[in-house]
C-alpha cells in the first residue's frame, strides 16, 4: 500500500494490507510476479498478481478499480441527455453502441416508440460499432501475440469508422449522438452517409476481414499459441454470467438481438408489418481463444449482411426524408433548432427541457433496457424518481462480468498464454471500473 | 405522462406464491418488467427455488444491482435495496428479484452492520461473486457466505462506501488530504 492518509485529517491512517495471498504455500519453488497495473498487454490499467510454479501458472488474483472515476454517481447528477457523454465513454471501442443502448434504456422508462428512420440508422450504427469493435480486438490480440501487422489493417478501416461517426455526429471518437427520442441532429445528407456505409460494407471491411483471417487466424503460430487455451463449457458461462461473443464461442445460443429484440431486429418496427432484419447467430463449440476470435470475424460478416438489407434502397426510400426525432409527446423530445429560433412553442418546450429548475418529469419507476454489443449484454437499470435526473444508474457492464472468468481460465496454463487469454476476453477497463 | 397501473400476471409470480403461501410476497411491474419482492431471510431459497424448478428454470444472473433509497420521493420498504436481474435462456423470460434492508447504525462510515447483511447467490451462480463485491463496496451491504468478500473498484482502507446517497458527490475531501510524497522523502 503506498499511499498513506495525512495523520489527523479525521480518517481511519491504519491501513489494513490486502491478504491477497493468504492460501500462499511458501515451498520455495513457487513465486509471485505482479503483471499491470502498467503493460502494454493489458491496454489500459488492469493488475494480476499471480503465483506462478516455475513458468506455470498456480493462482491468478485480478485486481481492478485503477480506473474507477464514478460514472454511477455522476449519472445521479446529469440529466437524461448528459449522461450519454458519460456512458460513451465506457465501452471507448465502440462509444456509439453505448449511446444507443442507454437512449434505449431512457426510451423504455419513458416509454418512447422512436420514429422508423431513427430505428434504421441506430440499427446501421450498432453494427458499426460492433464491426469496431471486433477488428480493434481481434487485432490487437495479435499484436499482443507478436503479429504486428494484423493490427494495423484492422485499424486502418477503424479510421473510416471514425469518419462515418465524424460525419454523423462532429466527433470522431465519442460521436455522443442519441438524444431522448431520436439523436442530436439528422444526417447532414442522406446520400453521402448512404455512399460511406456502402464503401465500408463492401469495400473495407470484407478485405479486413480477408487479411486478417489470413494473416492472423490461419496462421500457425497464431494457432499454436491459442488452440485449446482458456477453454470453458456452455454450462460454465452460464453459471458465471458470461455472455456476449465468449459465451457464443462455447456453445451458447443467445443473442438479445434474437431474444429480446429491439430496433430493426424487433418484427414489426416501423409499425408496418416490416420483417425483422434477417442474420444468423454465429456459435462455436470449443470454447477456446481461437474460437473466440472466429466468433468475433463471423459476427463483422453478419453485422456487414445487417447493414446491407437497411441500406438498400426498399428499405431506405420508406424513411428518406421522415423526421429522425419522436413528437408523440412534445413534452419529452428536444425541438428542432429551427423550432427553437421560428416559434414561441418550440422555445418554450426547449427551455422546459434545458432549464436546471424544469427539465424532464419522469415516472417514479424502475427500468431496465439491454442491448446486445459486441462484448455482450450491456445493459442500464435506471431508477427515476420523477424528476431531470435519474435517481440511480445501474449499468450492467460485460467486460466487468466477463473479466471475473479470467483467473478461473488461467490456471495451469503458462504465464505467456496470460496475454493471449486476456486478449480474447476483450476487457475494457473504462468500462470495467467506470 | 399517464400514470401507469401494475399489471401482475407473470406467471412465475404465481408458481412462487403457490410454493411458498406463508411467506411475505410482494409483486410490481412497469412496462413489462416484473419485480417479486422478497423478504431478505426468504431470499436464498427463493432464488435456489427460481433457478432449480422446470417451470421457472431462472439459469443465468445477468446482475446485482444496490438501491439507496434515502429520501426517495415515493414510499419504500426500506432504505436500501438489492435487486437481482434473473434470466431464464431456455424460456427466453426476465425477472426481478428484489429485497429491502434498513440500516440499524448510521451509515456514514464502513463499520460492520449486522442488519445489512444478506445471503450470497455464490453457490447458486458462481457469476454473484464480484458483482456482490460491488453492492458490497458500493452500498456496505455484506454477503453471508461470500468466498471472497473484498472491496472491488474502492480500496479496503476507503472511508466510505460512495454510492450511498448520504456520501457527497465531490467526496468528503478524500483525495485533497493524501499526503503528497515529495522526491526527496522517498
Same mark, same amino acid.
Not at chain 1, 488492469?46 to 478499480?65: F, Q
Not at chain 1, 420508406?318 to 425541438?335: L, R
Not at chain 2, 407473470?10 to 419485480?35: C, M, N, W
Not at chain 2, 454477503?143 to 480500496?155: A, G, Q, T
Given at each position: 500500500?503506498p499511499?498513506?492518509?495525512?495523520? !489527523?485529517?479525521?480518517?481511519?491512517?491504519?491501513?489494513?494490507r490486502?491478504?491477497?495471498?493468504?492460501?500462499?504455500v511458501d515451498?520455495?519453488?513457487?513465486?509471485?510476479? +505482479?503483471?499491470?497495473?502498467?503493460?502494454?498487454?493489458t491496454?489500459?490499467?488492469?493488475?494480476?498478481?499471480l503465483?506462478?510454479?516455475?513458468?506455470?501458472i498456480a493462482?491468478?488474483?485480478?485486481h481492478?478499480?485503477?480506473l474507477?472515476? /464514478?460514472?454511477e454517481?455522476? !449519472?445521479e447528477h446529469l440529466?437524461y441527455?448528459?449522461?450519454v457523454?458519460?456512458?460513451?465513454?465506457? +465501452?471507448?471501442?465502440?462509444?456509439?453502441?453505448n449511446?444507443?443502448?442507454?437512449?434505449?434504456?431512457v426510451e423504455?422508462?419513458?416509454n418512447?416508440?422512436?420514429?422508423?428512420?431513427?430505428?434504421?440508422?441506430?440499427?446501421?450504427?450498432?453494427?458499426? *460499432?460492433r464491426?469496431?469493435d471486433?477488428l480493434l480486438?481481434?487485432g490487437a490480440?495479435a499484436?499482443d501475440? !507478436?503479429? $504486428?501487422? !494484423?493490427f494495423l489493417y484492422?485499424f486502418n478501416?477503424?479510421?473510416?469508422i471514425?469518419d462515418?461517426?465524424?460525419?454523423?455526429a /462532429?466527433?470522431?471518437?465519442?460521436?455522443?449522438?442519441t438524444?431522448?427520442?431520436?439523436?442530436?441532429?439528422d444526417?447532414p445528407?442522406?446520400s453521402?452517409?448512404?455512399?460511406?456505409?456502402?464503401?465500408?460494407?463492401?469495400?473495407?471491411?470484407?478485405?479486413?476481414?480477408?487479411?486478417?483471417?489470413?494473416?492472423?487466424?490461419?496462421?500457425?503460430? $497464431?494457432?499454436?499459441r491459442t488452440?485449446g487455451?482458456?477453454?470453458?463449457?456452455?454450462?460454465?458461462?452460464?453459471e458465471?454470467?458470461?455472455?456476449?461473443?465468449?459465451?457464443?464461442a462455447s456453445?451458447?445460443?443467445?443473442?438479445?438481438?434474437k431474444?429480446?429484440p429491439?430496433l430493426c431486429?424487433?418484427p +414489426?418496427?416501423?409499425?408496418?408489418?416490416?420483417?425483422?432484419v %434477417?442474420?444468423?447467430?454465429?456459435v462455436?463449440?470449443?470454447g477456446?481463444?481461437?474460437a473466440?476470435f472466429q466468433?468475433?470475424?463471423?459476427e463483422?460478416k453478419?453485422?456487414?449482411h445487417?447493414?446491407?438489407q437497411?441500406?438498400d434502397d426498399?428499405?431506405w426510400n420508406?424513411?428518406?426524408?421522415t423526421?429522425?426525432?419522436t413528437?408523440?409527446? /412534445?413534452?419529452?423530445?428536444?425541438p428542432?433548432?429551427?423550432e427553437?429560433?421560428?416559434?414561441?412553442?418550440?422555445?418554450i418546450?426547449?427551455?422546459?427541457?434545458?432549464?436546471? +429548475?424544469?427539465g424532464?418529469?419522469?415516472?417514479?419507476?424502475?427500468g431496465?433496457g439491454?442491448?446486445?454489443?459486441?462484448n455482450? %449484454?450491456l445493459?442500464?437499470f435506471?431508477?427515476?424518481?420523477g424528476g431531470?435526473?435519474?435517481?440511480?444508474v445501474?449499468?450492467?457492464p460485460p467486460?466487468?462480468?466477463?473479466?471475473q472468468?479470467?483467473?478461473?481460465?488461467?490456471e /495451469?496454463?503458462?504465464?505467456?498464454?496470460?496475454?493471449?487469454?486476456?486478449g480474447?476476453?476483450n476487457i475494457? *477497463?473504462?468500462?470495467?471500473?467506470? | 405522462?399517464?400514470k401507469h397501473?401494475?399489471?401482475?400476471? #407473470?406467471?412465475?409470480?404465481?408458481i412462487?406464491?403457490?410454493q411458498?403461501?406463508?411467506?411475505?410476497?410482494?409483486?410490481?411491474?412497469?412496462?413489462?418488467?416484473?419485480?417479486?419482492i422478497?423478504?431478505?431471510?426468504?431470499? #436464498?431459497e427463493?432464488?435456489?427455488? @427460481?433457478?432449480?424448478?422446470?417451470?421457472?428454470?431462472?439459469?443465468f444472473?445477468?446482475?446485482?444491482i444496490? @438501491?439507496d433509497?434515502?429520501?426517495?420521493?415515493?414510499q419504500t420498504?426500506?432504505?436500501?435495496?438489492?435487486?437481482?436481474? @434473473?434470466?431464464?435462456?431456455?424460456r427466453?423470460?426476465r425477472?426481478f428479484v428484489?429485497t429491502?434492508?434498513n440500516p440499524s447504525i448510521?451509515?456514514?462510515g464502513i463499520?460492520?452492520?449486522s442488519?445489512?447483511?444478506?445471503?450470497?447467490m455464490c453457490?447458486?451462480?458462481p457469476?454473484a461473486e464480484w458483482?456482490?463485491?460491488?453492492?458490497?463496496?458500493?452500498?456496505?451491504?455484506?454477503?453471508?457466505? #461470500?468466498?471472497?468478500?473484498?472491496?472491488i473498484?474502492m480500496?479496503?482502507?476507503?472511508p466510505a462506501h460512495?454510492?450511498?446517497?448520504?456520501y457527497?458527490?465531490?467526496?468528503?475531501g478524500e483525495r485533497?488530504n493524501?499526503?503528497?510524497?515529495?522526491?526527496?522523502?522517498?
Amino acid at each position: 500500500m503506498p499511499y498513506t492518509l495525512k495523520p !489527523g485529517s479525521g480518517f481511519d491512517t491504519e491501513i489494513e494490507r490486502v491478504d491477497y495471498l493468504k492460501d500462499h504455500v511458501d515451498t520455495g519453488d513457487r513465486w509471485t510476479l +505482479n503483471f499491470g497495473p502498467q503493460h502494454p498487454a493489458t491496454h489500459t490499467t488492469l493488475r494480476l498478481v499471480l503465483e506462478l510454479d516455475g513458468e506455470r501458472i498456480a493462482r491468478c488474483t485480478p485486481h481492478i478499480g485503477y480506473l474507477h472515476s /464514478g460514472f454511477e454517481k455522476l !449519472g445521479e447528477h446529469l440529466d437524461y441527455n448528459q449522461y450519454v457523454t458519460i456512458v460513451s465513454r465506457m +465501452n471507448y471501442l465502440s462509444p456509439i453502441a453505448n449511446d444507443i443502448c442507454w437512449h434505449h434504456a431512457v426510451e423504455t422508462l419513458f416509454n418512447i416508440d422512436i420514429t422508423p428512420r431513427c430505428k434504421v440508422i441506430r440499427t446501421i450504427m450498432a453494427e458499426v *460499432a460492433r464491426i469496431q469493435d471486433h477488428l480493434l480486438n481481434v487485432g490487437a490480440a495479435a499484436l499482443d501475440l !507478436g503479429a $504486428f501487422t !494484423g493490427f494495423l489493417y484492422a485499424f486502418n478501416v477503424r479510421e473510416k469508422i471514425y469518419d462515418i461517426c465524424d460525419y454523423i455526429a /462532429g466527433q470522431r471518437y465519442h460521436p455522443d449522438w442519441t438524444r431522448v427520442g431520436g439523436a442530436m441532429k439528422d444526417l447532414p445528407d442522406d446520400s453521402v452517409f448512404r455512399a460511406m456505409i456502402r464503401d465500408l460494407i463492401d469495400k473495407q471491411t470484407p478485405q479486413a476481414i480477408k487479411d486478417l483471417e489470413n494473416l492472423v487466424l490461419r496462421n500457425k503460430i $497464431f494457432q499454436d499459441r491459442t488452440v485449446g487455451i482458456g477453454t470453458m463449457t456452455a454450462a460454465e458461462c452460464v453459471e458465471w454470467s458470461i455472455s456476449g461473443p465468449l459465451a457464443r464461442a462455447s456453445g451458447v445460443k443467445r443473442d438479445l438481438r434474437k431474444d429480446e429484440p429491439y430496433l430493426c431486429y424487433a418484427p +414489426n418496427w416501423n409499425g408496418q408489418g416490416a420483417e425483422p432484419v %434477417e442474420f444468423s447467430v454465429p456459435v462455436h463449440s470449443d470454447g477456446d481463444v481461437y474460437a473466440r476470435f472466429q466468433v468475433r470475424i463471423e459476427e463483422m460478416k453478419q453485422a456487414c449482411h445487417i447493414i446491407r438489407q437497411l441500406i438498400d434502397d426498399k428499405v431506405w426510400n420508406t424513411i428518406e426524408g421522415t423526421p429522425i426525432d419522436t413528437f408523440a409527446d /412534445g413534452k419529452w423530445v428536444k425541438p428542432k433548432k429551427n423550432e427553437v429560433y421560428g416559434s414561441i412553442e418550440g422555445l418554450i418546450q426547449h427551455f422546459e427541457l434545458i432549464m436546471t +429548475n424544469r427539465g424532464w418529469k419522469a415516472p417514479i419507476a424502475e427500468g431496465y433496457g439491454a442491448n446486445e454489443t459486441a462484448n455482450g %449484454e450491456l445493459g442500464y437499470f435506471i431508477v427515476a424518481d420523477g424528476g431531470p435526473r435519474p435517481w440511480r444508474v445501474k449499468t450492467r457492464p460485460p467486460s466487468f462480468i466477463n473479466y471475473q472468468v479470467m483467473a478461473k481460465q488461467l490456471e /495451469g496454463h503458462m504465464l505467456a498464454d496470460a496475454v493471449a487469454v486476456l486478449g480474447s476476453l476483450n476487457i475494457v *477497463a473504462a468500462e470495467l471500473d467506470r | 405522462m399517464t400514470k401507469h397501473a401494475p399489471n401482475i400476471d #407473470h406467471p412465475t409470480l404465481k408458481i412462487v406464491k403457490e410454493q411458498f403461501p406463508d411467506r411475505t410476497l410482494r409483486a410490481t411491474e412497469y412496462r413489462g418488467q416484473s419485480t417479486l419482492i422478497v423478504e431478505p431471510k426468504d431470499l #436464498h431459497e427463493i432464488m435456489r427455488f @427460481l433457478r432449480d424448478d422446470p417451470r421457472c428454470n431462472y439459469d443465468f444472473l445477468s446482475d446485482v444491482i444496490g @438501491l439507496d433509497y434515502l429520501n426517495y420521493p415515493s414510499q419504500t420498504i426500506g432504505r436500501f435495496a438489492v435487486i437481482y436481474n @434473473l434470466c431464464s435462456y431456455p424460456r427466453t423470460d426476465r425477472i426481478f428479484v428484489k429485497t429491502f434492508l434498513n440500516p440499524s447504525i448510521p451509515t456514514d462510515g464502513i463499520e460492520k452492520d449486522s442488519a445489512l447483511e444478506l445471503d450470497s447467490m455464490c453457490d447458486i451462480w458462481p457469476g454473484a461473486e464480484w458483482t456482490e463485491r460491488e453492492v458490497y463496496d458500493m452500498f456496505g451491504i455484506r454477503f453471508r457466505n #461470500h468466498p471472497d468478500l473484498r472491496r472491488i473498484l474502492m480500496w479496503e482502507a476507503y472511508p466510505a462506501h460512495p454510492l450511498r446517497k448520504d456520501y457527497p458527490l465531490r467526496g468528503r475531501g478524500e483525495r485533497e488530504n493524501f499526503r503528497v510524497i515529495s522526491r526527496t522523502d522517498g
